[in-house]
């Protein structure tokens, strides 16, 4: 495949890259959003300050276990997972003279139980080009994280920068894709010289791709841009006006819009709301992934405010879809637990768990529903646990669940303990059940 060809006799003003170069970074975000939709209008790219890496900001000394704990929340990565090692090698070493040509700076070590982080001791000295490396590394685990075969060969690398660029940190790496400096304590020189394979061409056009997606020709962020970068992306911006992107499509921005729109209404509790917001996405997008993420999200607010019968279709639609969606087969299995299926139920949790694109933390508390309606606690109880084990976030009535679970098995005392939790996260169906525990007490005591 021919790449990064620049075309630079031109003396009109257009960007300086040409027309196979730009099919592969429209081609990659096409997959990109295939796989993860359309970013949502109104998005910021990423910047180094305090709004987001508050972890790293909070002291004054730089700690790459904070950078990285950041670099997770904005990932929607499980920190945990993420280990970091500091190797030294003669850089380190005062007063050596060295040359090293593509030294090693950073690299990861994935295996299935976790990533390992090894970093170059001489990096704590360059904190910029420590944040460059760590957003690349962070991205890739992203990628393998969703289970996504991104690794093409040669093009592997440059790919990762345009999935940077999707998920916003297109500035970060922008500003440190050359990196030339030198350090002179005025007895020893270190001078130091790194640049990335990604053409700035390239780079700018993606960075244009990713504001034409999110709807803004002249965003704020260009200004944080190093200046031979900004005046490709302007370039590229005019060039993108005048001859669209097939993937810029207002339709499937606007179902983007209402997407993020319902999940704010259901964040109020607000679920019949959020429902009318996805019924009309549905005849906006003609994206498929996105059909099945509103099938399912339907679903699981009829679920929410207790239409469970009505919910079941929604999670088959999903299914129809996209076969292999594990949140809509945990959804499914849940659906039809609450509605006395529970055989059907357990099968769809299993396929949940198969498909490994769930979240373990819910199958784990709709397995322990499903052997609590068999009556066998112990299996129940062991669920619940591993529900608790492996949540990463807040997982939807979880202690709601749990609560009622332990009140069943005479754990009164533990069981209302849980149930206020549930309150304290604002779930209507923990608020609506103590409010009744509350009134027939009253009832009780006026007896």
Same mark, same amino acid.
């Given at each position: 495949?021919?790449?990064?060809? $620049? =075309?630079?006799?031109?003396?009109?003003?257009?960007?300086?890259?040409?027309?196979?170069?730009?099919?592969?970074?429209?081609? =990659?975000?096409?997959?990109?959003?295939?796989?993860?939709?359309?970013?949502?209008?109104?998005?910021?790219?990423?910047? *180094?300050?305090?709004?987001?890496?508050?972890?790293? $900001?909070? @002291?004054?000394?730089?700690?790459?276990? =904070?950078?990285?704990?950041?670099?997770?929340?904005?990932?929607?990565?499980?920190?945990?997972?993420? %280990?970091?090692?500091?190797?030294?090698?003669?850089?380190?070493?005062?007063?050596?003279? *060295?040359?090293?040509?593509?030294? $090693?700076?950073?690299?990861?070590?994935?295996?299935?139980?976790?990533?390992?982080?090894?970093?170059?001791?001489?990096?704590?000295?360059?904190?910029?080009? *420590?944040?460059?490396?760590?957003?690349?590394?962070? &991205?890739?685990?992203?990628?393998?994280?969703?289970?996504?075969?991104?690794?093409?060969?040669?093009?592997?690398?440059?790919?990762?920068?345009?999935? /940077?660029?999707?998920?916003? $940190?297109?500035?970060?790496?922008?500003?440190?894709?050359?990196?030339?400096?030198?350090?002179?304590?005025?007895?020893?020189? @270190?001078?130091?010289?790194?640049?990335?394979?990604?053409?700035?061409?390239?780079?700018?056009?993606?960075?244009?791709?990713?504001?034409?997606?999110?709807?803004?020709?002249?965003?704020?962020?260009?200004?944080?841009?190093?200046?031979? &970068?900004?005046?490709?992306? !302007? #370039?590229?911006?005019?060039?993108?006006?005048?001859?669209?992107?097939?993937?810029?499509?207002?339709?499937?921005? !606007?179902?983007?819009?209402?997407?993020?729109?319902? +999940?704010?209404?259901?964040?109020?509790?607000?679920?019949?709301?959020?429902?009318?917001?996805?019924?009309?996405?549905?005849?906006? @997008?003609?994206?498929?992934?996105?059909?099945?993420?509103?099938?399912?999200?339907?679903?699981?607010?009829?679920?929410?405010?207790?239409?469970?019968?009505?919910?079941?279709?929604?999670?088959?639609?999903?299914?129809?879809?996209?076969?292999?969606?594990?949140?809509?087969?945990?959804?499914?299995?849940?659906?039809?637990?609450?509605?006395?299926?529970?055989?059907? /139920?357990?099968?769809?949790?299993?396929?949940?768990?198969?498909?490994?694109? %769930?979240?373990?933390?819910?199958?784990?508390?709709? *397995?322990?529903?499903?052997?609590?309606?068999?009556?066998?606690?112990?299996?129940?109880? #062991?669920?619940?646990?591993?529900? +608790?084990?492996?949540?990463?976030?807040?997982?939807?009535?979880?202690?709601?669940?749990?609560? %009622?679970?332990?009140?069943?098995?005479?754990?009164?005392?533990?069981?209302?303990?849980?149930?206020?939790?549930?309150?304290?996260?604002?779930?209507?169906?923990?608020?609506?059940?103590?409010?009744?525990?509350?009134?027939?007490?009253?009832?009780?005591?006026?007896?």
């Amino acid at each position: 495949m021919k790449l990064f060809g $620049f =075309n630079k006799k031109s003396k009109e003003i257009k960007p300086r890259i040409t027309k196979p170069d730009r099919e592969w970074v429209e081609d =990659n975000f096409k997959w990109l959003i295939t796989h993860y939709g359309y970013p949502v209008r109104g998005n910021e790219q990423i910047v *180094l300050s305090e709004k987001f890496f508050p972890k790293t $900001f909070s @002291t004054s000394d730089l700690d790459i276990r =904070n950078l990285i704990e950041d670099l997770c929340n904005l990932l929607s990565l499980d920190s945990a997972k993420i %280990n970091v090692e500091l190797h030294s090698d003669l850089r380190d070493v005062y007063a050596m003279p *060295l040359e090293v040509h593509m030294p $090693f700076e950073v690299e990861t070590e994935m295996k299935e139980e976790g990533y390992t982080i090894g970093v170059a001791q001489s990096l704590l000295k360059r904190p910029g080009r *420590l944040v460059y490396n760590l957003v690349y590394e962070c &991205i890739r685990i992203r990628l393998a994280e969703s289970k996504l075969q991104f690794d093409s060969g040669g093009d592997t690398g440059l790919f990762l920068f345009l999935a /940077g660029i999707y998920f916003g $940190f297109g500035i970060l790496l922008s500003q440190n894709i050359r990196d030339i400096g030198r350090d002179n304590d005025g007895f020893w020189q @270190t001078k130091w010289e790194n640049v990335s394979e990604m053409p700035v061409e390239v780079m700018a056009f993606g960075l244009a791709m990713y504001a034409k997606l999110i709807d803004q020709n002249n965003p704020e962020w260009k200004k944080e841009f190093p200046s031979e &970068i900004r005046s490709e992306f !302007e #370039h590229a911006i005019a060039f993108l006006n005048d001859s669209p992107p097939t993937i810029y499509n207002r339709n499937e921005l !606007e179902a983007n819009d209402l997407f993020d729109q319902s +999940f704010n209404e259901s964040k109020n509790g607000d679920f019949e709301s959020a429902i009318g917001t996805l019924q009309k996405i549905v005849y906006l @997008t003609g994206d498929k992934q996105m059909k099945a993420d509103v099938y399912n999200n339907i679903g699981y607010y009829q679920l929410r405010i207790g239409e469970y019968e009505k919910s079941i279709p929604n999670f088959q639609k999903a299914l129809q879809l996209d076969p292999d969606f594990g949140f809509a087969h945990d959804n499914l299995g849940y659906a039809f637990l609450l509605t006395g299926q529970v055989e059907e /139920g357990k099968r769809q949790l299993d396929r949940a768990l198969e498909t490994g694109n %769930n979240d373990a933390a819910y199958s784990y508390r709709n *397995l322990a529903l499903y052997y609590s309606a068999k009556n066998e606690p112990e299996k129940a109880e #062991h669920n619940f646990r591993l529900a +608790f084990d492996y949540k990463t976030i807040p997982v939807d009535l979880l202690e709601f669940h749990y609560a %009622n679970f332990l009140i069943h098995q005479g754990e009164t005392k533990k069981g209302m303990e849980y149930l206020e939790e549930a309150v304290k996260k604002g779930e209507q169906e923990a608020i609506k059940q103590m409010s009744e525990i509350t009134k027939n007490e009253s009832q009780h005591d006026r007896r």
